[in-house]
């Protein structure tokens, strides 16, 4: 498979697809997850089951269109039951992806997690991984982690680094250069991720991670930027063609995802990957198309 440059090949490929994609969504009560629900129904890659807290049920317009065949609507008296009514049906396999609607984030995951009735598998660990389009980077770039682990433990990052790279590769990338971000390229026991890296280097020479390039420490711009690591006499074949970034945490991870969706202009998705299936949190602050594309790499297979 070739690989997908931007988010419009990604809706390409998907709308091409065989099969749909069975999405369950929690609490659908907002303009943007109603905008995600419609353009993917329009856009073919997915059909929804819409679990609704309260008597109130969603009156999405495209519902009067010729789709009502596609959605099944349920209703549970309270947002807590509404997740968990969520989590139950992908549980029973009826769903391939969830995704959260208008709920509090801490609602979802409550269920989500909860050790006898979640989605989470005993002993693996819950991650965030992103995927961007930068407009100056000619390729999309996954990266994590953004959102969930504060300060990865060696265990922690081997899980990071094997999400983030399978995440690549279903974009179509056969064999992922994968940069370990720090600020210098130094390994210095003050900085224990830096310590960290070098088993993860060592692990992907034995092939723990399939076929993929890991390089590092290196900072953000010798990863993306091919002149800069000439420059500083690094060799590595992840300098200025990296496909993911590996963050030390989650303060690097966020800011990143920040600064380059309000200055680079990038378009930004985002799922949970340790859960039996993708799990959708967009931030309250993204955009419509951030959340479209959010459930978009979520229903690649």
């Given at each position: 498979m070739s690989s997908i440059l931007n988010f419009?090949?990604?809706?390409?490929?998907?709308?091409?697809?065989?099969?749909?994609?069975?999405v369950v969504v929690a609490c659908p009560a907002d303009s943007h997850t109603e905008y995600v629900v419609e353009r993917a129904l329009r856009e073919g890659i997915a059909d929804f089951v819409l679990v609704c807290a309260g008597a109130c049920t969603p009156e999405f317009a495209i519902l009067r269109d010729g789709y009502a065949g596609r959605v099944e609507v349920v209703i549970e008296p309270t947002v807590d039951d509404a997740a968990r009514r969520a989590v139950a049906i992908v549980r029973s396999g009826d769903a391939d992806v969830l995704m959260k609607g208008s709920m509090n984030t801490d609602n979802l995951l409550h269920a989500v997690l909860n050790k006898e009735h979640g989605i989470l598998e005993p002993g693996r660990v819950l991650s965030h991984v992103t995927v961007t389009h930068i407009p100056a980077y000619g390729k999309l770039l996954v990266f994590s982690d953004a959102a969930v682990v504060p300060r990865p433990t060696l265990d922690q990052f081997d899980a990071i680094l094997g999400y983030a790279v399978g995440v690549s590769r279903r974009l179509g990338v056969s064999r992922p250069g994968v940069a370990l971000v720090n600020f210098t390229?130094?390994?210095?026991?003050?900085?224990?991720?830096?310590?960290y890296y070098e088993e993860l280097k060592r692990r992907a020479a034995e092939g723990r991670y399939g076929d993929v390039c890991v390089g590092g420490p290196m900072d953000v711009k010798t990863a993306l930027d091919a002149e800069s690591g000439s420059i500083k006499g690094i060799t590595s074949p992840v300098v200025g063609n990296?496909?993911?970034?590996?963050?030390?945490?989650?303060?690097s991870g966020n800011v990143f995802y920040k600064t380059i969706s309000l200055f680079a202009g990038a378009d930004m998705a985002g799922m949970l990957c340790g859960t039996t299936v993708p799990v959708v949190v967009a931030s309250r602050a993204d955009s419509c198309e951030s959340k479209f594309y959010s459930l978009a790499i979520a229903c690649v297979d």
């Open positions: 419009d090949d990604l809706i390409l490929k998907l709308s091409r697809m065989n099969g749909r994609k069975r390229e130094k390994v210095n026991e003050k900085f224990p991720h830096t310590l990296a496909d993911v970034l590996v963050f030390p945490n989650i303060e």
